[in-house]
């Protein structure tokens, strides 16, 4: 990876969005999403507009893969929704992201994290917010081949003025 040259740094709006959270090893979170996205489709909730993500709290180099917490989460438009109990509705808040397109397997995700933190972020004088790292998915695990994945791996960054 050419850390200065494949990560973009870009601002979203805040943003409301349904999630279920997850304990246990990043790669499960699957049945998560399942009843996320049944839960979703019986209120009428997905559209062309609905972008798909996770959220995840800790860097599994340093926390025991049984207690990583992550949440499978879906953007929605409406948030006076009112959800069943293992569904919670948030907000996104407006924050700068260092962005990263992975192309291929889930596998490469954590290494590809390392990769921007230990170079990039660095490089580039930016400082990581408070707040979870969040993997935007760009195309369907169901249907594509694992080598033609697409996900943004987004890491928040501290505002410029609260990061030195």
């Not at 509705?89 to 490469?108: D, F, H, K, N, Q």
């Amino acid at each position: 990876m050419e850390a200065d040259t494949n990560v973009n740094i870009i601002s979203r709006d805040s943003q409301p969005y349904a999630r279920i959270h997850h304990r246990g090893p990043y790669n499960e979170i699957g049945e998560c999403f399942q009843r996320l996205l049944t839960w979703a489709t019986s209120q009428g909730l997905l559209s062309e507009e609905t972008r798909y993500f996770s959220l995840s709290w800790d860097d599994p180099t340093a926390v025991p893969v049984q207690e990583l917490r992550s949440a499978a989460c879906i953007t929605i438009e409406d948030a006076g929704i009112t959800p069943p109990d293992d569904i919670e509705i948030a907000t996104l808040p407006s924050l700068r992201w260092a962005v990263y397109t992975l192309a291929g397997p889930y596998e490469g995700i954590t290494d590809a994290y390392q990769r921007i933190s230990d170079t990039w972020l660095p490089q580039q004088g930016e400082a990581v917010a408070d707040h979870p790292c969040m993997e935007r998915y760009l195309n369907d695990v169901g249907t594509t081949p694992p080598d033609q994945l697409r996900t943004e791996l987004c890491i928040p960054l501290a505002d410029r003025a609260n990061s030195g």
